[in-house]
């Protein structure tokens, strides 16, 4: 049964899903990081989902063309996204899993940013940082034990009652409604939510936890998520990271109501991408 791919499926991604560990040349760095400057507008184009050839390749071949011999690690360090430093003539580059994510001109901001450290790369690659700032901040932490509880929608008897239908109650995760930091420029991408492995947790974007905001569409979003949860991480037989692969795809289209939420994400998209953090939503 072939679902229409929505837009909002394609620009739904995460963060954190698949795990931490990719590492390609792995190598004990030292030397100072340089963490990125300031934000501002990110170039018009929506993230692509996970498509071969691997989305470590394409990150990893855009910083080495520009940087040609340097040897790309990529970290999950929260407070350092991005840094390099020399050694014995070799640059090291540690970049953090967030740009596996990527949309190319947001990667090949990362490569122009890290071989010239030129301002606009640089507010390109803060932008796109920025957008994903909520699901860093305190992804080290505990949740508050009830973090799961929004303004609007209470995320656990949601979690509950999609446990039970769907999964025979056998996904545990954590589950909390994410912080939102405020954002200047243009949001031309977001994130409405994430799973990650290592601490199994669900953190779901604050803008769904406004009063327009329906149960469906947030439903939709937390089985999309209990479904990693569900899957874990699984790999090719060429060791790729599969995060959407066919069995997720065709699990996520028996959620009941499933065309009507992925429409309203469609509809009101927009209005999604103008929210800010403190101010009402406003559907059009
Ligand atoms: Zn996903």
């Not at 991005?82 to 190319?104: C, I, N």
């Not at 640089?122 to 949740?143: K, T």
């Not at 446990?163 to 995760?173: E, I, K, M, Q």
């Not at 406004?210 to 569409?217: E, R, T, W």
Request: glycine residues 8%.
């Amino acid at each position: 049964m072939a679902r229409r791919e929505s837009r909002w499926s394609r620009l739904q991604m995460s963060l954190f899903e698949g795990g931490f560990t990719s590492s390609l040349s792995p190598l004990q760095a030292q030397g100072s990081p340089v963490p990125a400057p300031v934000p501002a507008a990110m170039p018009p184009e929506a993230a692509s989902p996970d498509r071969a050839p691997s989305r470590t390749r394409l990150l990893v071949d855009a910083i080495t063309v520009r940087l040609p011999g340097a040897r790309v690690q990529l970290t999950d360090n929260k407070t350092v996204l991005l840094s390099q430093s020399e050694r014995d003539g070799v640059r090291l580059v540690r970049v953090h899993q967030m740009f596996l994510d990527a949309p190319t001109p947001v990667r090949v901001a990362v490569a122009s940013f890290l071989a010239k450290g030129d301002r606009p790369s640089g507010r390109v690659v803060d932008a796109f940082i920025e957008e994903r700032g909520h699901l860093l901040a305190g992804a080290g932490r505990a949740l508050k034990d009830d973090a799961h509880v929004g303004a609007v929608h209470d995320l656990l008897p949601m979690f509950h009652a999609i446990n039970r239908r769907y999964f025979g109650d056998s996904v545990s995760a954590e589950l909390g409604w994410g912080r939102a930091k405020a954002l200047r420029g243009r949001r031309t991408s977001i994130t409405f939510g994430s799973w990650d492995q290592r601490s199994r947790r669900i953190v779901i974007h604050p803008v769904l936890d406004q009063g327009p905001v329906p149960a469906l569409p947030v439903a939709r979003v937390l089985h999309h998520e209990m479904l990693h949860a569900h899957h874990g991480e699984r790999r090719d037989r060429r060791g790729r990271r599969v995060v959407h692969g066919a069995a997720f795809k065709a699990e996520e289209a028996r959620f009941e109501g499933a065309h009507e939420a992925d429409a309203w994400f469609d509809l009101h998209l927009e209005a999604l991408l103008r929210w800010r953090p403190g101010s009402a939503l406003r559907l059009t």
